[in-house]
């Protein structure tokens, strides 16, 4: 693999058998047990030498994950085993993880199309509540999930 394939800094020189054997070294069934794939693209040198700052100060972003961790332990106070979206159960999606009905056609469309499994099913709602949660957000969104299927990018091998 050349190394840039996806990139819009160079061309990428290989053929598609050769970027869809480097995307299968990974098995399907470990690739769904993780819960979050992003593509990870080159940084612009020219950005980065200028100095811009983010809208968002590390201090900023920790303060977030303080107070969305505070509010899961609050969720689950009274639940056992559980103390965080991460392990929230088959079974408690219903109650844990509400979405708005515009949230909820989108999270059906998107299983559709993905034909995602039922684990990776279950990632996407996790990751649509803490999204939820980061925001502050009492329940899911159609925001919230467009978020967590776009954080399954790699379930289409794209």
């Known amino acids: 693999m050349c190394g840039y394939h996806g990139s819009s ?3 990428c020189r290989c053929s598609p058998l050769q970027i869809e054997n480097y995307l299968g070294k990974i098995s399907g069934p470990l690739l769904d047990r993780i819960a979050i794939h992003v593509s990870v693209r080159p940084v612009d040198i020219d950005a980065w030498k200028s100095h811009r700052a983010s809208s968002m100060t590390g ?3 920790r303060e977030m994950v303080v107070r969305a961790r505070k509010i899961q332990s609050r969720r689950f106070a009274e639940a056992n085993g559980v103390d965080c979206n991460a392990r929230i159960t088959a079974g408690m999606f219903a109650t844990y993880c509400a979405m708005e009905p515009a949230a909820e056609a989108l999270f059906v469309r ?13 990632h996407i709602a996790r990751v649509a509540r803490t999204i939820a949660d980061l925001e502050g957000s009492e329940r899911i969104a159609e925001r ?4 967590a299927v776009g954080y399954r990018g790699r379930d289409s091998r794209a």
Do not use: C, I
């Open 9 to 11: 800094l160079k061309q």
């Open 110 to 122: 998107a299983q559709k199309s993905l034909l995602v499994s039922a684990r990776a099913r279950g």
């Open 59 to 61: 201090a900023a972003m």
């Open 144 to 147: 919230h999930v467009a978020e």
